[in-house]
Protein backbone atom coordinates (compact mmCIF):
# COMPACT_ATOMS: atom_id res chain seq x y z
CA UNK A 1 0.00 0.00 0.00
CA UNK A 2 1.40 3.32 -0.68
CA UNK A 3 2.23 5.38 2.25
CA UNK A 4 1.52 8.35 1.59
CA UNK A 5 0.73 9.39 5.34
CA UNK A 6 4.43 8.49 6.51
CA UNK A 7 5.67 10.87 9.37
CA UNK A 8 1.84 12.01 10.09
CA UNK A 9 0.20 11.30 13.42
CA UNK A 10 -3.79 10.16 14.05
CA UNK A 11 -6.08 9.61 16.84
CA UNK A 12 -9.31 7.59 15.83
CA UNK A 13 -11.65 7.57 18.64
CA UNK A 14 -13.86 4.52 18.73
CA UNK A 15 -10.81 2.39 17.44
CA UNK A 16 -11.43 -0.73 18.64
CA UNK A 17 -13.70 -2.57 16.49
CA UNK A 18 -15.84 -1.70 13.72
CA UNK A 19 -15.55 1.54 11.15
CA UNK A 20 -12.92 2.99 14.12
CA UNK A 21 -10.82 -0.26 13.81
CA UNK A 22 -10.88 -0.48 9.69
CA UNK A 23 -10.11 3.03 9.37
CA UNK A 24 -7.36 2.76 12.09
CA UNK A 25 -5.53 -0.02 10.34
CA UNK A 26 -6.04 1.79 6.98
CA UNK A 27 -4.34 4.63 8.30
CA UNK A 28 -1.61 2.36 9.81
CA UNK A 29 -1.13 0.42 6.86
CA UNK A 30 -0.48 3.96 5.18
CA UNK A 31 2.29 4.99 6.95
CA UNK A 32 1.05 7.07 10.49
CA UNK A 33 0.93 6.13 13.34
CA UNK A 34 -2.15 5.64 15.31
CA UNK A 35 -3.74 6.72 18.99
CA UNK A 36 -7.20 4.97 19.65
CA UNK A 37 -9.44 4.88 22.30
CA UNK A 38 -12.26 2.69 23.43
CA UNK A 39 -14.14 2.49 26.76
CA UNK A 40 -12.56 -0.53 28.10
CA UNK A 41 -8.95 -0.89 28.95
CA UNK A 42 -8.90 -4.75 27.82
CA UNK A 43 -10.47 -4.13 24.56
CA UNK A 44 -8.18 -1.09 23.42
CA UNK A 45 -4.89 -3.22 25.12
CA UNK A 46 -6.38 -6.28 22.96
CA UNK A 47 -6.64 -3.79 19.76
CA UNK A 48 -3.63 -2.30 19.77
CA UNK A 49 -1.47 -5.46 20.34
CA UNK A 50 -3.50 -6.98 16.98
CA UNK A 51 -3.49 -3.93 14.85
CA UNK A 52 0.54 -3.47 15.64
CA UNK A 53 0.81 -7.23 14.69
CA UNK A 54 -1.13 -7.08 11.43
CA UNK A 55 0.09 -3.88 10.06
CA UNK A 56 3.45 -3.48 11.81
CA UNK A 57 2.53 -0.25 12.49
CA UNK A 58 3.05 2.22 15.38
CA UNK A 59 0.05 2.31 17.41
CA UNK A 60 -0.79 3.14 21.10
CA UNK A 61 -4.31 3.28 23.49
CA UNK A 62 -5.91 4.00 26.29
CA UNK A 63 -9.35 3.80 27.51
CA UNK A 64 -11.42 6.86 27.48
CA UNK A 65 -15.15 8.20 27.51
CA UNK A 66 -15.16 10.74 24.41
CA UNK A 67 -17.96 12.61 26.70
CA UNK A 68 -15.87 12.93 29.31
CA UNK A 69 -13.47 15.98 28.68
CA UNK A 70 -11.19 14.92 31.53
CA UNK A 71 -10.46 11.65 29.33
CA UNK A 72 -10.09 13.32 25.90
CA UNK A 73 -7.27 15.14 27.32
CA UNK A 74 -5.87 12.27 29.27
CA UNK A 75 -5.92 10.61 24.99
CA UNK A 76 -4.71 13.88 23.92
CA UNK A 77 -1.68 14.20 26.44
CA UNK A 78 -1.20 10.32 25.46
CA UNK A 79 -0.54 11.23 21.78
CA UNK A 80 1.30 14.39 22.86
CA UNK A 81 4.01 12.46 24.84
CA UNK A 82 4.48 9.19 22.02
CA UNK A 83 4.10 11.50 19.14
CA UNK A 84 5.14 15.31 19.40
CA UNK A 85 2.26 16.34 17.32
CA UNK A 86 -1.29 15.74 15.42
CA UNK A 87 -2.07 16.05 11.86
CA UNK A 88 -5.15 13.70 11.42
CA UNK A 89 -8.34 13.57 13.99
CA UNK A 90 -11.01 11.17 13.29
CA UNK A 91 -14.18 11.61 15.55
CA UNK A 92 -15.96 8.31 15.20
CA UNK A 93 -16.65 7.20 18.96
CA UNK A 94 -20.52 7.16 18.70
CA UNK A 95 -23.35 5.18 20.33
CA UNK A 96 -27.17 4.70 19.15
CA UNK A 97 -30.27 4.45 21.37
CA UNK A 98 -33.17 4.38 19.39
CA UNK A 99 -36.68 4.41 20.95
CA UNK A 100 -39.67 7.04 20.94
CA UNK A 101 -39.23 10.55 22.41
CA UNK A 102 -41.98 9.26 24.99
CA UNK A 103 -39.57 6.51 25.77
CA UNK A 104 -36.25 8.24 25.52
CA UNK A 105 -35.21 8.82 29.04
CA UNK A 106 -32.94 11.59 30.25
CA UNK A 107 -30.00 9.87 30.62
CA UNK A 108 -30.24 8.16 26.95
CA UNK A 109 -30.43 11.28 25.69
CA UNK A 110 -27.49 12.82 27.67
CA UNK A 111 -25.61 9.44 26.54
CA UNK A 112 -26.29 9.66 23.33
CA UNK A 113 -25.50 13.65 22.88
CA UNK A 114 -22.55 13.13 24.67
CA UNK A 115 -20.97 10.46 22.80
CA UNK A 116 -22.17 11.87 19.78
CA UNK A 117 -21.73 15.00 19.73
CA UNK A 118 -20.25 16.38 22.52
CA UNK A 119 -17.30 13.97 22.36
CA UNK A 120 -16.74 15.07 19.09
CA UNK A 121 -16.37 18.77 20.10
CA UNK A 122 -14.38 18.01 23.17
CA UNK A 123 -11.71 15.87 21.07
CA UNK A 124 -11.37 18.63 17.67
CA UNK A 125 -11.06 21.48 20.80
CA UNK A 126 -7.98 19.63 22.07
CA UNK A 127 -7.02 18.88 18.30
CA UNK A 128 -7.28 22.53 17.00
CA UNK A 129 -4.60 23.93 18.63
CA UNK A 130 -2.19 21.02 18.49
CA UNK A 131 -2.98 21.40 14.25
CA UNK A 132 -2.25 25.02 14.14
CA UNK A 133 1.12 24.72 15.36
CA UNK A 134 1.99 22.25 12.82
CA UNK A 135 0.74 24.53 10.15
CA UNK A 136 -2.97 22.44 9.34
CA UNK A 137 -4.33 19.56 9.79
CA UNK A 138 -7.59 16.89 9.10
CA UNK A 139 -10.83 16.67 11.38
CA UNK A 140 -12.56 13.55 9.97
CA UNK A 141 -15.90 13.32 11.60
CA UNK A 142 -18.01 10.43 10.99
CA UNK A 143 -21.83 11.13 10.72
CA UNK A 144 -24.74 9.19 9.29
CA UNK A 145 -27.55 9.46 6.55
CA UNK A 146 -29.51 9.80 10.04
CA UNK A 147 -28.00 12.93 10.05
CA UNK A 148 -30.49 14.53 7.10
CA UNK A 149 -32.80 12.02 7.13
CA UNK A 150 -34.60 11.84 10.71
CA UNK A 151 -37.03 8.23 11.39
CA UNK A 152 -39.12 7.12 13.36
CA UNK A 153 -37.63 6.03 16.74
CA UNK A 154 -34.37 7.99 16.12
CA UNK A 155 -35.14 11.15 18.22
CA UNK A 156 -32.15 11.41 19.96
CA UNK A 157 -30.00 9.33 17.45
CA UNK A 158 -30.81 11.99 14.65
CA UNK A 159 -30.43 14.80 16.86
CA UNK A 160 -27.09 14.14 17.84
CA UNK A 161 -25.90 13.38 13.61
CA UNK A 162 -28.03 16.69 12.32
CA UNK A 163 -25.86 18.65 15.02
CA UNK A 164 -23.00 16.76 14.27
CA UNK A 165 -23.35 17.90 10.79
CA UNK A 166 -23.64 21.48 11.21
CA UNK A 167 -20.55 21.51 13.68
CA UNK A 168 -18.59 20.01 11.11
CA UNK A 169 -19.46 22.53 8.35
CA UNK A 170 -19.11 25.28 10.99
CA UNK A 171 -15.57 24.43 11.94
CA UNK A 172 -14.43 23.62 8.48
CA UNK A 173 -15.70 27.18 7.65
CA UNK A 174 -13.90 28.28 11.32
CA UNK A 175 -10.77 27.53 10.17
CA UNK A 176 -10.26 26.22 6.66
CA UNK A 177 -8.01 29.47 6.41
CA UNK A 178 -5.66 28.50 8.89
CA UNK A 179 -4.89 25.28 6.91
CA UNK A 180 -7.20 23.15 8.74
CA UNK A 181 -9.42 20.61 6.67
CA UNK A 182 -13.22 19.35 8.00
CA UNK A 183 -15.15 16.03 6.60
CA UNK A 184 -18.19 14.82 7.62
CA UNK A 185 -18.66 11.42 6.30
CA UNK A 186 -22.48 10.37 6.20
CA UNK A 187 -22.64 6.22 5.98
CA UNK A 188 -26.10 4.56 5.40
CA UNK A 189 -26.28 1.16 6.80
CA UNK A 190 -22.65 -0.42 7.71
CA UNK A 191 -21.88 -3.90 8.60
CA UNK A 192 -21.15 -4.16 11.99
CA UNK A 193 -22.64 -4.80 15.01
CA UNK A 194 -24.33 -1.02 15.87
CA UNK A 195 -27.09 -2.66 15.25
CA UNK A 196 -28.72 -6.32 16.77
CA UNK A 197 -28.30 -7.54 12.87
CA UNK A 198 -25.92 -5.36 11.21
CA UNK A 199 -22.46 -7.32 11.29
CA UNK A 200 -24.35 -10.35 9.33
CA UNK A 201 -25.84 -8.50 7.15
CA UNK A 202 -24.39 -8.84 3.63
CA UNK A 203 -25.97 -6.05 1.49
CA UNK A 204 -24.54 -3.38 4.09
CA UNK A 205 -21.81 -1.15 3.83
CA UNK A 206 -18.26 -2.73 5.05
CA UNK A 207 -16.56 -0.64 7.55
CA UNK A 208 -13.25 -1.12 4.96
CA UNK A 209 -15.10 0.87 2.51
CA UNK A 210 -15.87 3.91 5.03
CA UNK A 211 -12.18 3.28 5.95
CA UNK A 212 -11.18 3.92 1.82
CA UNK A 213 -13.09 6.72 1.77
CA UNK A 214 -11.60 8.36 4.32
CA UNK A 215 -8.17 7.45 2.80
CA UNK A 216 -9.22 9.42 -0.15
CA UNK A 217 -10.93 12.39 1.86
CA UNK A 218 -6.98 12.48 3.41
CA UNK A 219 -5.15 12.08 -0.01
CA UNK A 220 -6.33 15.21 -1.86
CA UNK A 221 -4.15 17.75 -2.28
CA UNK A 222 -3.85 20.92 -0.06
CA UNK A 223 -5.60 23.14 -2.14
CA UNK A 224 -8.75 20.78 -2.35
CA UNK A 225 -11.28 20.07 0.07
CA UNK A 226 -14.14 17.44 0.09
CA UNK A 227 -16.01 18.44 2.71
CA UNK A 228 -18.65 16.23 2.89
CA UNK A 229 -19.08 11.90 1.91
CA UNK A 230 -22.46 10.29 1.44
CA UNK A 231 -22.08 6.65 1.29
CA UNK A 232 -24.99 4.16 1.38
CA UNK A 233 -24.87 0.74 0.34
CA UNK A 234 -25.99 -0.46 -3.80
CA UNK A 235 -28.14 -2.41 -3.51
CA UNK A 236 -30.36 -1.76 -0.10
CA UNK A 237 -32.61 -4.26 1.57
CA UNK A 238 -36.21 -4.09 -0.19
CA UNK A 239 -39.35 -3.01 2.36
Not at 54 to 77: E, N, Y
Not at 127 to 155: D, H, Q, T
Request: charged letters at 20%; proline letters at 3%.
Amino acid sequence: MDRFLEGKFAIVTGGTRGIGRAISEALLRSGAAVAICGRWEQSVSRAVDEMAAATRGRVIGRAADVASPGDVASLFRLADEQFGGLDILVNNAGIGVFASVADTTIDQWRQTIGANLDGAFYCSREALPRMLKRGGGFVVNISSLAGKNPFAGGGSYNASKFGLNGFSEAMMLDHRYEGVRVCAILPGSVATDFSAQGATADWKIAPEDIAEVVLMVLRMPQRTLISRVEIRPAKPRKT
